[in-house]
């Protein structure tokens, strides 16, 4: 399994945490799960990631013209998308532990079946 | 900056897929603000649009499509204007020429018609949008449906004049109110639609052939002139409301 698949499954909380550091809009939040080393095969996945965001209420929009011309929508978190940045980031320290913690026992039985 | 023809394509593909999905049109200018955004920037580094798509567009209008909500109420209320349009189009050409008339199979058959042709170009949009056809696929079925459409209003048209006795036949006067009744009706769907092509075709269809039946010319040159004139000037108007919509583009 790739990295970018891997990342499918938590990209939610990922973008929740990248909207968390400040507005920001869609070609940045690519960029800037980029310089934490989280790279994308197909960067338009975000997108529909962000409706499902705003359709639960954890983001609001505004949309400015940006310095290229066209109008760019900005995103931030509303008070239900901190709330659930922080469960977001229970969760993930509960399920890296223990998948931690599996991958080590899996690396040590390995190592012993082949004595 | 002006995008690749390619993200070009998608952009107005994904507009149509979304469109004919029943999507909200204000939720689809948004997404498709957002990602003309994405791509300038996308461009502008030298990558290409498959970093969107990942390589299919179909699968990702599809996401896109899963997430965003319906609006079909918002969609039909474009059904009003396109009954008016479509009675009035059927109704001005036999009126122009003195003889309108209604009869049984076509006050049915061409409703049926006209709703079995919208579905088909229903069906048509929506392929078309997913599907990323080559010109000549596009053009074949397109010509195609064109064809069909035709074919079967002139059927029903045939059957009904042949083998129906019309229960109303209009007098002079009542040619001239259908004439009146179609263009208010043409005005109304345009007013409703806010755009003004629906006024310009009709125009450009009817006008020509009116002038034509109450000019002083021979018979047989009118009705050669007729053949033709009418859909001369419709490539005009479509032509002239082309290049006004690229002009207004290129400033935007």
């Known amino acids: 399994m790739s990295t970018s698949q891997m990342l499918k499954g938590v990209l939610e909380g990922c973008l929740l945490a990248v909207i968390g550091m400040g507005e920001t809009y869609g070609y940045e939040m690519v960029e800037k799960l980029g310089e934490h080393g989280l790279t994308m095969v197909s960067e338009g996945s975000i997108y529909p990631v962000l409706l499902r965001l705003q359709k639960e209420g954890y983001v609001m929009t505004v949309t400015r013209p940006s310095p290229n011309g066209p109008r760019r929508k900005y995103y931030r978190l509303t008070e239900a998308g901190e709330a659930e940045l922080a469960a977001f980031k229970q969760r993930w320290d509960v399920l890296a532990e223990a998948v931690g913690q599996l991958m080590k026992g899996s690396g040590g039985h390995e190592t012993i079946s082949k004595k | ?252």
């Not at chain 2, 599809?62 to 059904?79: H, I, T």
């Not at chain 2, 079995?116 to 069906?123: A, E, H, I, S």
């Open chain 2, 1 to 252: 900056m002006k995008l690749s023809a390619k993200s070009e394509e998608f952009l107005a593909n994904l507009r149509m897929y979304l469109m004919t999905s029943g999507k909200s049109e204000r939720e689809i200018d948004e997404v498709a603000d957002e990602l003309r955004d994405h791509l300038q920037e996308l461009e502008s580094r030298g990558e290409s649009i498959d970093n969107i798509t990942g390589g299919s567009p179909k699968r990702y209008m599809q996401s896109l499509e899963e997430e965003m909500a319906d609006d079909r109420a918002g969609w039909f209320k474009y059904l009003p204007a396109f009954i008016l349009s479509f009675a009035a189009f059927s109704a001005m050409g036999p009126a122009i020429r003195g003889e309108f008339e209604l009869n049984v199979v076509q006050l049915i058959g061409f409703p049926a018609v006209a709703s079995l042709t919208v579905f088909l170009y229903w069906l048509l949009f929506r392929r078309m949008a997913g599907g990323s056809w080559s010109n000549r696929k596009l053009f074949g079925m397109g010509a195609g449906l064109s064809v069909l459409t035709i074919v079967l209003f002139v059927a029903v048209l045939l059957v009904g004049s042949l083998l129906m006795e019309p229960f109303y036949s209009a007098s002079s006067t009542g040619n001239v109110i259908v004439i009146l009744l179609s263009a208010t009706a043409f005005a109304a769907s345009a007013a409703m639609l806010r755009s003004w092509i629906l006024v310009f075709i009709p125009m450009a269809l009817f006008l020509p052939e009116w002038l034509i039946r109450h000019s002083a010319m021979e018979e047989e040159t009118k009705l050669i002139v007729s053949s033709f004139v009418p859909f001369l000037a419709v490539a005009v108007v479509i032509g002239l409301v082309l290049a006004f919509e690229r002009r207004k583009a290129s400033k935007a």
